[in-house]
C-alpha cells in the first residue's frame, strides 16, 4: 500500500497530459484541487495522524532511495520538447517533427530507415534512439544542442544516412541517445553571377546538381557520384567525384558554412575562425559542431561531356594487361578524364568469372575523347560507338548507377538506383603498380565471395597539385589510385560473419601493395575494425591516433588541438570522432 502510493505521488493524479503524452498545464490546474479531494476521501481520512504520517514519509523515502529511476523515451522526449519551447520561437508541429517508438513504432521505424543506408544497422539487435527529431528551422538545431547538454541527452545527426558504420543513427557507446535527422533542412540557393551557391546540410548531391544545372548547363561541382548522398556529412569527409582529377575535392572548393557550434551558436566562416573552417572541410562529420549549411565555389564544365562504360571479363583480358596499363596511366591521363575500374563477380557457363568494368566521364566531346584514349590507354579498345555524349546532368545520372534514359529529375527524389542490402566495406590507397601475382590473388578472392565488388579510383592531375594539409583531407601526391572493398548481402542471409571475415582476410591479403605507415584510409568509407572511442569520458587521443593517422596522416594533430579548443566538454563525438586532448566533466 505505502508502495503503490508514493507511486502515486511520485506522478500525481492531477497532471493531465495531452495526446502527445505532454502536460497540459490548464487541465492540470483545473483538476488539482479534485484530486486532493479524491485522494483523501479515497484513504479515509480527513487528517492524517502523526505516526501515520511518519510511516508515510519514510514509505516514500524508502522508495525513492531504493528504486533507482529510469528515463523512458516518451518522458524524455517529453522534457526535450518542453525545453525546445524554452529555447526558440519558431513553430514545431510535434506530428511531423517528433517520431517515437512509445508514440507510433511503425511511424518511427519509417523514419528511421528513411535514409538509412545499411541494414546491418537496422536489425533488431540494434540500439535504437529514443525519439527522432527532423527540425524545420536552424532556432531548432540551436535549441536541441542546448537541450541535449541540458538533458544529459547524447544526440547524433543525420543528413543523408550515408555512413558506412550508421554512426549517424545507431549508438553502441552512449545511452540514452537521440537522432536529429536534418532532411528538412534542404534549401539549395544558387547564385551564378559570383559563381556560388549556399546548400543546407540536409539536401542530397543529385538535388544541388540539377538545381545548379536548372540555372545553367555550364556550371557544375565537383562532389559526390552517388546522388542520395546528404551534402552535409558528404563534404566533411572530403568529397571525391568525376571531376576531381580536373578541380579536387567539393572540399576543395567551400567558400564559407554555417555550423551551430557546443554552445548552440551559429557561426560562420568569420565567427569560426580559420582553424574551425579549416577542420570542418575533410575531418569528419560530427566532432566540431553541427553544419546547418556550405557556400561552395561553382566550377566551369563544357556543354557536352562524353561518358563510356567497357566491361572486360577476365578471359578478355589474359595476363590482366588491359588493368595493368590502366594502373600505369589512370593517374596521368588530362585532367578531364576520370576512369575508374569496378570489378564484379558474374556468371559464365555455369561458373563464374570476375569483370572489370572501365566506367569513365570526359568533360568534352566523344572526338576529343578518342584522340585522349588512342594515345594513351589503346589498349582498353574503344570505339565511337561505346561513346555517348550528353550534359554534365545527364552525366551524373549515368554514372550514379541509374538505367539509361533515366529523366534527370529522379535525382530530386534522393534515392539509390540500388537496393539496400547489409554491408561491409574498407579502403586503401595504392602508390605502386600491383604487380600480376597481386592482380591474380585479388581475383582469386573475389570468386570466392558471394557478392563482393571493389573500385579503384583514379587519382592524380588536381589532386596531385593541391597540399596534404591544405584541407584535413591528406590523400594526394603519390597517390595513384583509391581502392574501396565492398561486400553485401541481403536479410535473408545468416552468415554475417562469414562476409566480414571475408573482406577482412582480403584487406589483410592487400597489405604488401598499398600505402604503409600510415595505411591510409578514406574517412568517408567509415570503418571501425581501424578501431574505436570509448564512451565519453574515456576517448583517448592515442587510441585515436590509430585510425586517426590512417584517415588523416599528419593532419590528425591539428584537428585534436581545434577539437580541444572548440568543443573541450565532447559534446560531440562518437565511435571514430576527434577526441579533445583532455575530456573536462
Known sequence: ???SL?????????????????VDWDQTKSSKQQSRASLKKEMGISKPSPAFSFLLIFALYFSLYTITPTTSSASLQDQF???????????????STFFAPAKNVSMFSEVLQSTAQNLRYLTKSMP????????LHESHVQASIICSKKLGTHVRIRSG??????????????NPFIVMDLSKLRRVNINIKDNSAWVQAGATVGELYYRIAEKSRVHGFPAGLCSSLGIGGHITGGAYGSMMRKYGLGADNVLDAKIVDANGKILDRKAMGEDTFWAIRGGAGGSFGIILEWKIKLVPVPKTVTVFTVTKTLQQDPGNKILSKWQMVADKLVDELFIRVIFNVAANNGSKTATTSYNAVFLGNKGMLMKVMNKSFPELGLTPKDCTEMSWLESIVYISGFASRTPTKVLLQGKSPFPKNNFKAK????????????????????????????IWNPYGGMMARIPESQIPFPHRKGVIFKIQYVTNWPDSDRRQNKHINWIRDLYSFMTPYVSTNPRQAYVNYRDLDLGQNKKRCKSNVNQAQAWGASYFKGNFERLVKIKTKVDPRNIFRHEQSIPPMLVQN
Open 128 to 135: 535504437k534512439p529514443g525519439f527522432i527529431f527532423k527540425p
Open 161 to 174: 544516412g550515408h555512413d558506412y558504420e550508421g554512426l549517424s543513427y545507431v549508438s553502441k557507446i552512449e
Open 81 to 95: 520538447i518542453n525545453c525546445l519551447h524554452k529555447n526558440t520561437h519558431v513553430y514545431f508541429p510535434l506530428e
Open 427 to 454: 579502403s586503401d590507397f595504392v602508390k605502386k603498380p600491383i604487380p600480376e601475382s597481386g592482380l591474380k590473388g585479388i581475383f582469386k578472392k573475389l570468386l570466392k565471395e558471394d557478392n563482393p565488388m571493389m
Open 1 to 3: 500500500m505505502f508502495l
Open 6 to 22: 508514493s507511486r502515486r505521488l511520485l506522478s500525481p493524479p492531477y497532471v493531465k497530459r495531452n495526446q502527445l503524452g505532454q
